[in-house]
């Protein structure tokens, strides 16, 4: 029997993988690049079209692969979706079309409406919420996006007026295109996406009024909250294809958000067990059981998964950082250094040192454990040996030093530290990054053999579903994943000693951006400098002064 899982993957790609739910196997996927735009400084946008346009390509181009490899389509028997979890989207369920482009999880442009919404809280207090959310008040949450929405998009608002709006993360979007659309699509998402939204109690696992009417937004707009592996609904036909139309009437039973995907296809359902995904951020997950543990070393707590309506919700400890995979990307498309990942570590191998160089790419603020959005990207300690190759393996170790604040905030909440960490996402097929990782840690990295880790959870959530029910989740039932451990190579003093100039490093970077408003250069009035316009103004009264005097002199004369 297999599975398919649609997944967004690093990079800005959107993936379709298909497993054998018997043996967990990976037989075929496919991916598609999804552009993102830049409109302003900090926005961060994609097109709901394209992501959904992306899917349909996915399930045409690998119903193609697999009759190549002679595997029959109707052998599928579920489909489950994983997705960015912030990333949030507003559109007419009467039309079926966007109001506006979907608003991403690292975009900073509701920054000035986080500090009002902080500034009123008793103390400033950007944990106000955390009581209910498990989150701190920050962009990175979708309250504050939607906020922005109805608050600056004409459509949005006239459509929650009129009552045709709904509202949704990526996975919400597809669930219910791919299950009908304007034509009694299914408007759900599951308690793991939910949980991002700071408009969700993770306690009572629903949406909560009072911190609906606290952000001003209409609870009709927003999904059924349903468990991460049911029967959502069924397939509709995506378009002519004789073969993609095959997946009608398959169920969409899975859903997770994408570092529970990641968590699930590691198998870390055991209370203590915990994962990190390198991908364009870098997010550690703890499993921490039934019970919601609250971190006083700044670290989100969220909904792990919930795997079926009637099973218990877990819960984990997160540390989240914004920047990750991303920073490769920025080295290459902006800096123009390197022209792939791979030559990257190759650049960074070749010296094996930062030369003293430390690179904070704070490029959307700070995440965990600080949540500081006034921070910016630094590179400090240069000197005139720094070269390109050394800006690579600063860069890598900027990726292993993020890792190590939120590992150790995280052994600071659980009391219990971490012997190993297991890894998964993109950046993890660079070894240099992984030797590095160790090191820094002082604890063996753990990377399994099959990287599509949260691909596979989806999978295995949407093979589990009642109704569906094959795969199995039994401990004794699970494969075993082979894998190779990266044990550490330098002593803990150099360890040490990296990581406090890494941490010299963070503190200058922070406090750096204000939402005042800066003029600019082409606006800049000469009077805006209080000197210069004393000197100038002073020079004008001069010049006046000496023509009047010569003017009386010749009169005189």
Not at 96 to 108: H, R, S
Not at 113 to 139: A, C, W, Y
Not at 334 to 350: C, D, H, Q, T
Request: glycine fraction near 8%.
């Amino acid at each position: 029997m297999l599975v398919w899982a649609v997944t967004r993957s690093e990079h800005m790609l959107r993936q379709l993988s298909v497993f054998n739910s018997k043996t967990a196997e990976l037989l075929s996927h496919h991916q598609v690049e999804i552009k993102q735009s830049f409109p302003k400084e900090g926005w961060v946008e994609e097109d709901p079209k394209e992501i959904l346009q992306s899917v349909y390509e996915c399930m045409e181009r690998t119903c193609e692969k697999l009759t190549q490899l002679n595997i029959d389509i109707t052998n599928i028997k579920a489909i489950g979706v994983t997705n960015q979890r912030e990333t949030t989207l507003v559109w007419d369920k009467e039309t079926g079309e966007p109001l506006y482009n979907a608003i991403v999880w690292l975009d900073l442009r509701t920054q000035s409406t986080v500090e009002r919404l902080i500034n009123k809280t008793p103390g400033r207090n950007k944990n106000h919420l955390k009581h209910k959310t498990g989150l701190p008040i920050s962009t990175y949450f979708s309250a504050v996006k939607l906020r922005w929405l109805m608050d600056n998009v004409a459509e949005v608002h006239e459509a929650i007026v009129s009552h045709r709006a709904m509202f949704g993360t990526v996975d919400s979007w597809l669930i219910w295109c791919l299950t009908g659309g304007k034509s009694g699509g299914v408007h759900c998402t599951d308690v793991t996406n939910a949980s991002r939204t700071m408009l969700f109690n993770i306690h009572t696992m629903d949406w909560d009024p009072e911190l609906c009417k606290y952000f001003g937004i209409p609870m009709e707009i927003l999904p059924r909250v349903r468990s991460s592996s049911e029967i959502y609904g069924l397939m509709v036909s995506i378009c002519n294809s004789v073969k993609s139309g095959e997946l009608s009437g398959v169920p969409i039973s899975g859903c997770l958000g994408d570092q529970s995907a990641a968590l699930v296809g590691q198998m870390c359902f055991q209370d203590g067990q915990a994962k990190n995904t390198y991908g364009t951020g870098c997010f550690l997950l703890r499993n921490t059981g039934a019970k919601p543990v609250m971190s006083d070393h700044g670290l989100l707590t969220t909904v792990a998964y919930k795997l079926g309506r009637d099973k218990p919700a877990c819960y984990a400890l997160e540390g989240s950082v914004a920047i990750a995979g991303a920073v490769v990307r920025w080295l290459q498309d902006n800096l123009g250094i390197i022209s792939s990942s791979e030559e990257l570590e190759k650049l960074a191998a070749s010296v094996c040192t930062s030369y003293g160089c430390y690179f904070v790419p704070a490029f959307s603020g700070l995440y965990a454990p600080y949540w500081e959005p006034s921070a910016r990207g630094i590179i400090c300690g240069l000197t005139q040996f720094t070269n390109k190759s050394h800006l690579a393996f600063a860069a890598l170790e900027a990726v292993c030093f993020q890792t190590r604040e939120i590992l150790d905030a995280m052994n600071q909440d659980s009391g219990i530290p971490l012997t190993q960490l297991q890894v998964d996402g993109g950046m993890t097929s660079n070894r240099l990054l992984m030797q590095l990782q160790a090191d820094i840690l002082c604890i063996p990295v753990v990377k399994p053999s099959m990287p599509e880790t949260t691909a596979l959870g989806a999978a295995m959530a949407a093979g589990a579903a009642e109704g569906v029910s094959v795969w199995s989740l039994n401990p004794e039932d699970l494969t075993e994943v082979t894998s190779e451990k990266f044990e550490p190579q330098i002593n803990p003093e150099e360890s040490e000693y990296r990581y406090a100039r890494w941490k010299k490093a963070v503190q200058k970077s922070m406090n750096w951006e204000t939402t005042e408003p800066v003029v600019s250069s082409c606006e800049t009035s000469i009077f805006s400098s209080v000197p210069l316009g004393f000197y100038i103004m002073g020079s004008m009264l001069m010049l006046i002064g000496a023509r009047y005097i010569a003017g009386q002199c010749l009169l005189n004369c």
